[in-house]
């Protein structure tokens, strides 16, 4: 068992600071392009909009489920924002802490947006269930899948970054070995 042993100084939280800034960075304009989208489609009478709105509020015609709904609202956010989290900590010390953290936290974050859809598309949304204890029992459900999806995002958004970083020190190291030879 290997232990690890982190010095807690200034630049230790800086540097956790400086990651939390942009990945909430990230998250507040993915946050505001997804807005934008759901009022653009819902609220606008161009011919693009009627064509997302469509786009959008399509049912499988086999099944009758709202694939486009899905990934717009739930599938992609966790996919991009994981992405991005795990760039921004593949130079972490301490990143699978944080990844559990951000994995939660952009989750939750995912779930926060979902009135704000239903502002804009309230004709044709899944139907909620009608007690408090079905939605919440729904919510926490999207939830944890949520946090699952974001945080195996995280972690393959961290090990492409850290891969390419040793890939790109191991070629400056060999490079400067072909120099002095």
């Known amino acids: 068992m290997k232990i690890i ?3 807690l100084d200034r630049e230790f939280y800086m540097n956790i600071a400086k990651r939390t800034a942009l990945i909430l960075a ?11 989208f759901h009022w653009y489609a819902g609220t606008q009478s161009s011919s693009t909009a009627h064509s997302l709105r469509d786009w959008y509020l399509h049912h499988d015609s086999y099944n009758g489920k709202a694939y486009h709904r899905g990934y717009t609202d739930w599938d992609t956010p966790a996919e991009v924002l994981g992405l991005a989290a795990g760039i921004i900590l593949a130079r972490s010390r301490i990143w699978p802490v944080e990844l559990i953290c951000w994995a939660l936290f952009l989750s939750g ?20 269930p009608q007690s ?3 939605l919440t029992a729904g919510l926490g459900i999207s939830y944890v899948i949520g946090a699952l999806h974001c ?12 891969h390419l970083i040793k890939r790109k020190s191991r070629k400056n190291i060999e490079s400067e070995h072909e120099t002095v030879a």
């Open 151 to 162: 945080g195996f995002f995280i972690a393959v958004g961290r090990v492409l970054t850290a």
């Open 26 to 36: 990230v998250f507040a304009v993915f946050a505001a392009v997804e807005i934008y």
């Open 109 to 128: 974050g995912i779930i926060t947006l979902f009135p704000f859809y239903l502002a804009f598309f309230p004709e044709n949304r899944l139907d909620m």
């Open 132 to 134: 408090s204890f079905g």
């Open 5 to 7: 042993f982190i010095k």
